[in-house]
């Protein structure tokens, strides 16, 4: 995301393109747009155009000023499935991202890592990285966009956070379940109940049918596909239910911590 590195995109000015697209958009969206952030990452999330290059931009543009309040279905709509893509569509490579350079990433061990559990559950104990792996499983090719205008399509496996959360009986009342990270600054993200319980919010185990990559959050990451990118927390060391805002890494410097559907 907000690294010193950015990625330039040739010919367009960002800031630009979003409030040529909130001024072509009608007045719902437009509010609804604004109210979760205005962020080039969510003006992807809207129309599905990535914006690395220019001929998308344009694309994009052509998009916006064709919709009606009936794309919030989409957007703004916590129940929308997020679109799935054929094996032919994967990005390779796909891209890494953190705040620091893939050699820094957190390097775990996946023998002595556990997954802790805590707050609003009946069931507190830890997880060791082969009992998660024995739970039922699923794929999906999905689109992650991350809020600097970037978008690559992957494919992960692992468990629906949903089925989880109710193995570990969760009160799923609760507003929100809070992960850490093992990043060495830290990293922590807050995911609201609705999205926790998303069909497709999932418990990651694997990329592209391998175990997931150090790059990309081995042990085990959470998959948000209806969420920019960094709602996706990597390196996961421990998830909290509660009923308290504990803020986030992005979502302390200004990020919406909204930020998809
Ligand atoms: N632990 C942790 N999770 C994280 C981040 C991070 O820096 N640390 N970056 C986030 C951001 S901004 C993005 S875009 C994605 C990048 O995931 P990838 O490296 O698998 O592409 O991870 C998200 N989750
Ligand atoms: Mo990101």
Redesign the pocket.
């Given at each position: 995301?907000l690294r010193k590195r950015r990625f330039l995109v040739p010919g367009v000015d960002k800031r630009l393109l979003v409030k040529d697209a909130v001024k072509v958009m009608p007045d719902l969206t437009r509010r609804r747009f604004i109210t979760a952030g205005a962020s080039l990452g969510a003006l992807t999330l809207l129309t599905g155009c990535d914006v690395l290059d220019s001929d998308s931009a344009d694309a994009m543009l052509a998009r916006v000023s064709k919709f009606n309040d009936a794309v919030q279905s989409w957007m703004f709509n916590p129940n929308a499935m997020a679109p799935t893509f054929p094996e032919s569509a994967i990005t390779k490579p796909?891209?890494?991202?953190?705040?620091?350079d893939v050699d820094d990433a957190?390097d775990i061990d996946g023998k002595d890592w556990k997954l802790e559990v805590r707050g609003l559950v009946e069931n507190k104990n830890s997880w060791t990285l082969d009992e998660l792996y024995k739970l039922p499983q699923v794929n999906q090719i999905t689109r992650?966009i991350?809020?600097?205008g970037w978008s690559?399509i992957g494919s992960w496996t692992g468990t629906p956070l949903r089925d989880f959360l109710k193995l570990i009986g969760a009160d799923t009342r609760a507003k929100y379940v809070w992960f850490q990270?093992?990043?060495k600054d830290g990293?922590n993200?807050p995911l609201d109940m609705e999205s926790a319980l998303h069909p497709q919010t999932q418990m990651t185990f694997k990329f592209g049918n391998e175990i997931l990559p150090r790059?990309?959050?081995f042990p085990m990451?959470i998959r948000v596909p209806t969420k920019l990118?960094?709602k996706?927390?990597?390196?996961?060391v421990s998830m909290e239910v509660t009923n308290d805002y504990k803020g986030g890494?992005?979502e302390d410097q200004g990020y919406n911590s909204f930020s998809g559907s």
């Open positions: 995301m796909f891209p890494f991202n953190g705040y620091y957190p992650h991350c809020v600097e690559a990270c093992a990043d990293y993200s790059a990309y959050g990451k990118g960094f996706n927390p990597k390196y996961v890494y992005w």
